[in-house]
């Protein structure tokens, strides 16, 4: 029975990068479908500005991509830092390290009627001096 384990687990640390990945993509690219894609409907982004609380849903944040590269795209970096899966739960960190700013994402994905899905997304922003 071990072995069945080992290969759901290993089918499950390739399928939960999925959602992980076309983040990376709406990143990368400005186009808001890899958005809709990796999120669920009803997915949160959470985040503090300025010493307060914020949040967003997943359409708010899809808004926000223009559907281009940023121009300054040759100098961005990206890293999926870990993944952590407990059944039909995950956790995962994600740095984003811009010219200006370091991103860094904590997404909680469900599997949800057999597919990943980010269902919160909390950020920090560290501005580069």
Do not use: C
């Not at 809709?36 to 991509?65: C, H, W």
């Not at 100098?75 to 010219?99: C, E, G, N």
């Not at 597919?115 to 580069?128: C, R, Y």
């Amino acid at each position: 029975m071990l072995g069945a384990f080992a290969v759901w687990a290993q089918d499950d640390q390739v399928a939960v990068r999925k959602p992980l990945e076309a983040y990376l993509q709406a990143q990368a690219t400005g186009k808001s479908e890899y958005i809709l894609q990796a999120f669920s409907p009803d997915a949160n982004i959470m985040f503090v500005r300025d010493g307060k609380y914020s949040k967003m849903t997943r359409d708010e944040f899809a808004s926000r991509f223009s559907g281009h590269p940023d121009a300054d795209e040759a100098q961005r970096h990206r890293r999926i830092d870990f993944v952590q899966i407990t059944s039909s739960a995950a956790i995962a960190k994600i740095v984003l390290d811009y010219p200006k700013v370091i991103l860094t994402d904590y997404m909680q994905l469900l599997k949800i009627d057999g597919e990943w899905k980010i269902v919160n997304k909390i950020f920090n922003a560290q501005p580069k001096s």
